[in-house]
């Protein structure tokens, strides 16, 4: 870039400065994004533990069906097939719930990656940037560095044409 196309000193620091909130702001949105995650993953692991609970209990009435109640089920049949569908009940409700849980983590899942795509692209925007401010910085301090050198020859000049 010719120094005549470049920006001001000032503006192509302030346009750093711009690129640094936004980069900051990029990073406070991953906090909550992440915390979502943490939060969706959490909500599986609870449901995935639900849904072992109620199958393990479901095993056991299962089993107590044909061994220790087998005795009384004439007698009790109607509250144990009861107690069983509230089981399966249960059991189905939870594993319904463990697909919106699973999704809502995926969902998460993207939110952060978009948030974290979005805190690359504003680094890259801000180191941009930032090379930017520095060229023109270099740029101007070699500008200021030849007008003193023309001054200076100019002067030598006009010394010895007065001598």
Same mark, same amino acid.
């Given at each position: 870039?010719?120094?005549?196309?470049?920006?001001?000193?000032?503006? @192509?620091?302030?346009?750093?400065?711009?690129?640094?909130?936004?980069?900051?702001? %990029?990073?406070?949105?991953?906090?909550?994004?992440?915390?979502?995650?943490?939060?969706?993953?959490?909500?599986?692991?609870?449901?995935?533990?639900?849904?072992?609970?109620?199958?393990?209990?479901?095993?056991?009435?299962?089993? %107590?069906?044909?061994?220790?109640?087998?005795?009384?089920?004439?007698?009790?049949? %109607?509250?144990?097939? @009861?107690?069983?569908?509230? +089981?399966?009940?249960?059991?189905?409700?939870?594993?319904?719930?463990?697909?919106?849980?699973?999704?809502?983590?995926?969902?998460?899942?993207?939110?952060?990656?978009?948030?974290?795509?979005?805190?690359?692209?504003?680094?890259?925007?801000?180191?941009?940037?930032?090379?930017?401010?520095?060229?023109?910085?270099?740029?101007?301090?070699?500008?200021?560095?030849?007008? %003193?050198?023309?001054? +200076?020859?100019?002067?030598?000049?006009?010394?010895?044409?007065?001598?």
């Amino acid at each position: 870039m010719t120094s005549a196309r470049m920006p001001r000193l000032h503006e @192509a620091q302030q346009l750093a400065r711009l690129r640094a909130l936004r980069v900051q702001r %990029a990073r406070e949105r991953i906090a909550p994004a992440q915390a979502a995650v943490d939060q969706a993953a959490r909500a599986v692991r609870e449901r995935q533990q639900k849904i072992d609970h109620f199958r393990s209990r479901l095993a056991e009435s299962r089993e %107590a069906v044909v061994t220790s109640l087998a005795p009384a089920l004439p007698r009790w049949s %109607a509250v144990t097939g @009861a107690h069983l569908e509230r +089981l399966v009940d249960q059991l189905e409700r939870n594993e319904y719930g463990l697909t919106q849980d699973e999704r809502a983590l995926e969902a998460a899942q993207e939110q952060l990656q978009q948030a974290r795509s979005e805190l690359t692209r504003a680094l890259a925007r801000e180191d941009a940037v930032q090379g930017l401010a520095r060229e023109v910085k270099r740029a101007r301090l070699l500008e200021r560095d030849q007008r %003193a050198e023309r001054e +200076l020859d100019d002067q030598g000049r006009a010394n010895r044409g007065a001598r």
